[in-house]
Every structure is written in structure tokens, then in C-alpha cells.
């Protein structure tokens, strides 16, 4: 006994040793990154246009009309009271503090990615061993049948070491790389959105995160739904209160702003940039080039309702088989694609999906060593587009007549979310039916495997006097 505690000391020493390399070059990676990012085409734009806002909820002055080498501030008038610290701060300061809080803030999600809860591994039967969410003949049901809590099956230390790992590669594919390029928040608000996932369901403040998210920057504001939906509901209120909060700081900042932007300004994406312009990875951007119109607002409208829908359901339905990591990663993606405007930083908040997929299928020992090597390049082929940027490198200078390849660089973001939304549905719906027949063996009282039975001869009149007599 005191041999094998020895190895596992010895592995724990090891495993300490090695983290200090693995912060090494992570930091090492991201300096690099950043010092690309600071001295590329875009030279931390938006820092400017958010500095531009925060000066004008610092003075009290039009926070729409004033432009940045023609960019205006599109963020609602909450984000601009949060951006004034970034504006009494020296330049220099300002730059360095939200690209070091960014990259930083690359390997937080990704850890907090890995520590929400997910499926076990052991294939297609795996989703009924987490913890069922439900009534309480529900639970009891699935528990009689067999089903258990499935085990973190990484620990904090591992966890940390893997997110570090994959961050170090991760901050070179493209929505990261923009994100540091132009000074973007969108770093920083996935790790709210994901910090506030992984805060316990009975804690009070789960929901304040995502609330100040989506007060910030509307997008988030689709895992409120997310939360809703996954019957959270105190979450779900809290976050819902919390963004109300942010919408009257906003109106007692700049009043006249305030009543602008809500007025109508914010439901329109032409106030921001053409949808057609190919940054733009969203299903309406995407029907633009496609469909070579300016405004497929009849065709996105109906579409983005069902991929939402569809989307959601499914999100939800991961969530409530105990796999919250699936349906963050499924609602995440879900808002890229019904969102107006999604540019290509937007993305980042779907990265981690690449790194839980990846774990998910090494820790799937069921499936062959060809469906694994299939699956392994499904979750490179968006890596290395990200690496290569082919999303921002397309052909042809006219948005609206773009040439055949010219249309599909510029919707690979789309198509990717779309194959991700198509892939999850068949094992979420085919362990709903299975789930199911499990429930309904649980509640019968027939043992986890054994198929029910036909009653025999004799036992007939019997069951049909117990009958009678109910």
C-alpha cells in the first residue's frame, strides 16, 4: 500500500513541476500573440471607439454621433459608463491593461469550460448516468434503473494544465487574433458567460454574470433564455434583473442616448456595417453574399426562429441529460448564427467547443478507430481555418457579387455552426427515446437490461382478477 501511495506522491510532484513549463509557454504564446495583434492593420481600433464612448458618458455628451475614423460606438449606454475606465487611463495603460486581462482571460474559459459538467465516457449509453433534471418520480425512476452522477473525470490541477495547454495553440486561431487586433471585450465576456454557467444552481449570485454580460453587449443575452429554458429560474430572473439594472444605469448616464438607441437603433444592424460585409458570420450575413440582396431580412427572420428554436431545444435538452458543457457550447453557437451581426471575434466565445469536443471523444472508447480519426478531423478542419484566417482572407472586393469560392470563404464560420447544431441533434433526440423506455422500465420496477415479459398462461386469470378489483 505505502508503495502505491509513493507512485501516485511521485506523480503528484511531477504533475507540480510540470505546471510551471506549461504557464511558461502559454505566456511565451500569448506575448507573442499579443505583440502581433498590437502591431497589426487594425492597431486596437475598437480600444478607440470604446474610449470615444467612455468619454462621452464621462462629459455627458452624444454617445452616437461622434465617429472614429468613421466608426461610430454601437455598444448600449451601460457599456459606455463601464468603458469610462478605460478612458481616464493613459493610453498605454488602457491598451496594455484589456489585452493582458483578454489573453488571460483565454485560458480562464477554457478551464471553466472543462469543469462544467458533461457526459461520461462510455458512448451512446453515457447521457443517463448524469444527473437526471426533472420531477422527483423522474428522478427516482432513472435512479431504480440504474443511473448515477457521473465523476469530474478531471481534477482542477488537470483541468488547469489542459486549459493552459490548449490556450497556448488557441490564441492563434483567427476570432482570438481579432479580438486582440481591434481591443475587443468579447474574451472577457465569454468568461462571465461561462463563469456563471459553472457557479453552483443553489448559489444567489448565478445569473449576475450573464446579466451584466448581456448589459454590456447584447449578445449574451441568449443564455438567459438558455437558463430559463433549463427551468434555472432564479438564475434566469437574476440575470433578467440584472440587465434591467444595466438599462436604467444607462438611461441615468445619457438619458437622451439611452432613449435613442432603445428607441429602435439597436434592432437595426445598418447602423453598425453592411450584413453583407464578409466578417459579418451570421445566417443573415451569410443569405446576403448568398442571395446577392442587401436586405434578406423576409428570408433570415423566419430562419433565425427556427435555428433558435432548434437550437435552444437542443441546448436545453443536453443540459437537462447532465451535460451542461454540450449545451453552453449548443447555445453559444445558436446566438452566433440568429445574431444580426456576428463578427468573426464574436466566435471566440465558441472555441472552448473545440476543446470539449476533442475530450469528449477521447474519452469515448465505444466508437472505432476510424469513426474516431473521422471525428478528430471534423474538430481540425475549423481549427486550422481559424489558423489560416480564411474567413478574413476572401476573394473579390465586391460584397454582393462575390465569386462561388469567394461566398463559401465567407460563410465558413456559418456553415461550421450549422454542421454543429446537425451533428448534436441525432444522439440528443435518439438518448431522448432511450431515456424514456428507461423511465418507463424504472417506474415498472423492472431491473436495469431485462427486457418486460409476457405473462404466462396461468398467471392470466390472475391479472385479470387484480384488475377487476381496482
Request: charged share 15%.
Amino acid at each position: 500500500m505505502s508503495g502505491e501511495t509513493g507512485t501516485n506522491d511521485d506523480r503528484s510532484r511531477a504533475a507540480d513541476l510540470g505546471m510551471p513549463v506549461i504557464v511558461a509557454i502559454f505566456a511565451v504564446s500569448a506575448a507573442v500573440c499579443c505583440a502581433v495583434a498590437a502591431a497589426g492593420q487594425a492597431g486596437l481600433t475598437d480600444l478607440h471607439v470604446y474610449r470615444m464612448g467612455g468619454a462621452a458618458a464621462l462629459h455627458g455628451t452624444s454617445l452616437y454621433g461622434p465617429r472614429y475614423h468613421g466608426l461610430p460606438f454601437t455598444y448600449p449606454p451601460f457599456a459606455a459608463a463601464v468603458f469610462v475606465v478605460l478612458t481616464v487611463l493613459p493610453w498605454a495603460a488602457a491598451a496594455t491593461l484589456l489585452t493582458a486581462a483578454s489573453a488571460a482571460a483565454l485560458p480562464l474559459m477554457l478551464y471553466l469550460a472543462l469543469r462544467l459538467p458533461s457526459a461520461a465516457a462510455g458512448g451512446r449509453q453515457t447521457a443517463h448516468r448524469c444527473p437526471p433534471v426533472g420531477s422527483k418520480p423522474q428522478i427516482d425512476a432513472l435512479r431504480a434503473a440504474g443511473a448515477r452522477p457521473a465523476a469530474a473525470w478531471l481534477s482542477r490541477r488537470d483541468a488547469a494544465r489542459l486549459a493552459l495547454a490548449a490556450a497556448a495553440l488557441a490564441i492563434w486561431l483567427e476570432p482570438v487574433r481579432t479580438t486582440l487586433n481591434y481591443g475587443q471585450v468579447d474574451l472577457l465576456l465569454a468568461a462571465a458567460v461561462l463563469y456563471d454557467l459553472a457557479v453552483p444552481d443553489s448559489a444567489r449570485r448565478k445569473g449576475v454574470a450573464t446579466g451584466l454580460a448581456a448589459g454590456l453587449k447584447l449578445t449574451p443575452a441568449i443564455f438567459v433564455a438558455y437558463l430559463l429554458l433549463t427551468r434555472r429560474y432564479r438564475a434566469a430572473a437574476t440575470a433578467a434583473a440584472v440587465c434591467a439594472a444595466t438599462l436604467g444605469i444607462g438611461y441615468a448616464v445619457l438619458p437622451a442616448s439611452s432613449a435613442r438607441y432603445w428607441g429602435g437603433m439597436f434592432l437595426s444592424p445598418g447602423h453598425i456595417s453592411p450584413v453583407s460585409d464578409p466578417q459579418n458570420q451570421s445566417l443573415q450575413g451569410a443569405l446576403a453574399r448568398t442571395l446577392h440582396t442587401a436586405s434578406p431580412a423576409h428570408l433570415w427572420l423566419p430562419l433565425a426562429i427556427v435555428v433558435a428554436l432548434a437550437g435552444l431545444m437542443l441546448a436545453a435538452r443536453a443540459q437537462r441529460r447532465g451535460d451542461e458543457a454540450l449545451g453552453f457550447a449548443l447555445c453559444a453557437v445558436t446566438g452566433l448564427l440568429i445574431s444580426p451581426i456576428s463578427w468573426t471575434h464574436h466566435w471566440v466565445i465558441a472555441v472552448p467547443a473545440l476543446l470539449l469536443a476533442a475530450t469528449a471523444l477521447y474519452r469515448d472508447r465505444t466508437r472505432s478507430r476510424r469513426a474516431r480519426r473521422l471525428g478528430l478531423a471534423a474538430i481540425a478542419a475549423p481549427a486550422v481555418i481559424g489558423w489560416a484566417r480564411m474567413a478574413r482572407v476572401v476573394p473579390g472586393r465586391h460584397w454582393l457579387h462575390l465569386p462561388a469560392l469567394g461566398i463559401l470563404d465567407s460563410e465558413i464560420y456559418v456553415i461550421a455552426g450549422l454542421l454543429a447544431l446537425t451533428l448534436a441533434a441525432r444522439p440528443l433526440l435518439a438518448r431522448t427515446v432511450l431515456a424514456g423506455t428507461v423511465l418507463a422500465k424504472g417506474a415498472a420496477g423492472i431491473p436495469p437490461g431485462q427486457a418486460a415479459r409476457e405473462p404466462d398462461a396461468d398467471e392470466v386469470p390472475q391479472l385479470a382478477t387484480r384488475r377487476g378489483t381496482r
